[in-house]
């Protein structure tokens, strides 16, 4: 875990920067010629529009492509404000058209729950074009008659404009990079990496998709009000398609999530053009520039933001070496827990049934999990042990039958509402989001209630690598036990874990097992556990349930199972092997 003092650099840290970029802002404002300072302006305009562009794509996973609609919007509402003399001023019209651009933001927002990748891609696209015409039919308010936006004293030299724009960007850059770092921010991150991970961590993904999108689009609707105000008036030839389809270009290339990546990419948005002019060259062929630069950036799947971070990593972890392996085996052996023959029931299932096409894949199971026990659920490859899970979980409301936790139907429930009454899983595929680190994927999965030292105590019980390491920096099969570490930090009634141990080394394995053994005893969680490998469900399993062909085989205290002949010749195929 960090030390405390660490962790309280680390929150006041971005505060330091903040303030020093203020700094550093007033002296550029000053030193800079006013060519530059009005190019400046621009840069951290588009900066702006890049960080909110930031969360949607880069964070969130999304293809938006109609970011300087929602700026054009911001704009629309500051031009309307000032013809129709609103009172409150240049940075009220601002707030607004954020408010508005929200609003329109969440709107579109609504069918991008639906689509995915380049379907997403095509309606933002489609959305940004009739923007686009109907603004160049109708144009901004008072642009026909060129009236100009006032702005408020201090700010309406170009030096003091610059300054207002370098005090947007701050805020919002700061605020963003916060965001990034608490729960939303996290079910971002997981929403991009895997819907279904982040469902079965109580995330509603309805609510991080549009979380994402009317955050992104307020931040552009400031963007577009500033811009509004930098030039005076608004015109529609300021927030063309092929504009939001650059800036769009820009924010991957850089890899706009990270804000000061944004920051480059704002730079890179006013260099390239002026460069261009300064050559002879049309400034149209900028446009050229950024589709190659994002052509490269799609085909090789990287950003100059990560690929910066990913160097820096492979430096420290080249002098630090890679984390340290810590899931070993225990000296002393735990005992397995008995089984407790009078213990409520927590799980129950009633004649469950999934079939798809002609496949039944579940066929009336039933069967029930005894508070405080670790269950198994064996059978052999296809039995229907995952369809099980998912029809548990949340998955596949198309199964036929009932499910109860604690006695309570939990049918008709979404899987992120089942999480959240404490019945969570973790998956046979990788479902954890490389871009966190340890530390913040459990107080993530925790839904904030994990403490820091609990956080630590479960990295420290199952051997994981450090609170800081990153996802991403570990191998696939520590992921997993991530996975139900972190699980177990939401204090979950029931967990189920299906092949936790899959990727694990066999001393890997045993240790695992010994740690598994603790859990209902020592956290209060109940384990229904799926595994392949025989020896560890001996090893922690009171008792078992067998499923073949997706019908229950058997069930009841483990010697029995898997002793029954049933069993053996079902599962194994030979009596030898178990
Ligand atoms: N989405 C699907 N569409 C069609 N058939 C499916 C689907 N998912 C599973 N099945 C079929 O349902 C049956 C049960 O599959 P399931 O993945 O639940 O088995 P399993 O016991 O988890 O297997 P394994 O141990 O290999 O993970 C199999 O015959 C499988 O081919």
Redesign the pocket.
């Known amino acids: 875990m960090l030390p405390a003092k660490n962790s309280t650099l680390k929150t006041t840290a971005p505060y330091l920067v903040g303030l020093g970029a203020l700094a550093a802002a007033w002296l550029l404002s000053i030193a800079l010629p006013n060519y530059l300072v009005f190019l400046g302006t621009t840069a951290l305009l588009a900066t702006i529009a890049l960080i909110g562009l930031g969360i949607v794509t880069g964070t969130a996973g999304m293809i938006v492509l109609c970011q300087l609609t929602f700026a054009a919007v911001g704009a629309w509402v500051v031009s309307w404000c000032n013809v129709h003399g609103v009172p409150g001023g240049l940075i009220i019209w601002i707030i607004a058209g954020a408010l508005v651009a929200a609003v329109i933001g969440l709107l579109l927002g609504l069918p991008a729950l639906r689509l995915r990748g380049v379907n997403l891609a095509v309606v933002t696209l489609g959305f940004a074009a009739a923007a686009d015409m109907t603004l160049t039919k109708t144009q901004f308010p008072g642009a026909a008659q060129a009236v100009k936006i006032a702005v408020p004293g201090p700010f309406e030299t170009d030096r003091g404009y610059f300054l207002l724009a370098a005090l947007a960007t701050i805020v919002i850059g700061v605020a963003v990079y916060q965001i990034q770092r608490t729960r939303l921010g996290s079910a971002w991150k997981a929403v991009a990496f895997s819907e279904r991970g982040a469902a079965a961590a109580g995330t509603s993904v309805r609510s991080a998709k549009l979380s994402a999108f009317a955050i992104s689009a307020a931040i552009a609707g400031v963007a577009g009000g500033l811009m509004a105000g930098q030039v005076g008036t608004a015109y529609a030839a300021g927030f063309s398609t092929l504009q939001s389809l650059a800036l769009y270009v820009l924010a991957i290339v850089a890899g706009a999530h990270l804000v000061e990546m944004a920051l480059f990419g704002g730079i890179l948005w006013v260099l390239i053009p002026e460069l261009l002019k300064r050559w002879g060259v049309p400034q149209d062929w900028g446009l050229v520039v950024f589709g190659v630069l994002g052509i490269q950036a799609l085909t090789t799947n990287s950003n100059l933001g990560a690929d910066l971070r990913n160097a820096v990593a492979k430096r420290r972890r080249a002098r630090n070496g890679p984390p340290e392996a810590k899931l070993v085996p225990l000296e002393t052996d735990p005992a397995r827990l008995p089984a407790n023959a009078d213990a409520p029931t927590l799980l129950e299932v009633r004649h469950l049934g999934v079939a798809?096409?002609q496949?039944k894949?579940l066929n009336d199971v039933s069967f029930s999990v005894p508070a405080g026990h670790i269950v198994g659920l064996i059978?052999p490859?296809?039995?229907?042990?995952?369809?099980f899970v998912d029809s548990v979980s949340g998955f596949l409301p198309q199964h036929t039958g009932e499910v109860f936790l604690g006695g309570e139907p939990v049918n008709g429930l979404a899987p992120h509402l089942r999480a959240r009454l404490g019945l969570r899983r973790t998956f046979?595929q990788d479902r954890v989001p490389p871009s966190l680190s340890v530390a913040d994927y459990m107080a993530y999965l925790s839904h904030g209630k994990a403490t820091t030292e609990r956080i630590a105590e479960l990295i420290e019980f199952f051997g994981c690598p450090g609170a800081g390491e990153k996802i991403s920096s570990i191998d696939v099969g520590t992921r997993r036990i991530i996975e139900v570490a972190a699980n177990i930090a939401a204090d979950p009634k029931l967990l189920i874990l299906d092949e936790p141990a899959a990727g694990l080394s066999h001393e890997e394995h045993v240790a695992f097992g010994q740690r598994l053994r603790q859990v209902p005893a020592r956290y209060g969680t109940t384990v229904l556990i799926i595994e392949?490998d025989l020896d560890l469900v001996r090893s922690v399993c009171d008792s078992l349930v067998v499923?073949d062909f997706?019908s229950l085989l058997a069930s009841g205290p483990q010697e029995t199972v898997l002793n029954d002949p049933k069993v053996l010749k079902a599962y194994m195929g030979e009596t030898e092997m178990l």
């Open positions: 798809f096409g496949v894949a059978g490859n296809g039995a229907g042990k995952s369809t046979q392949h499923l997706g």
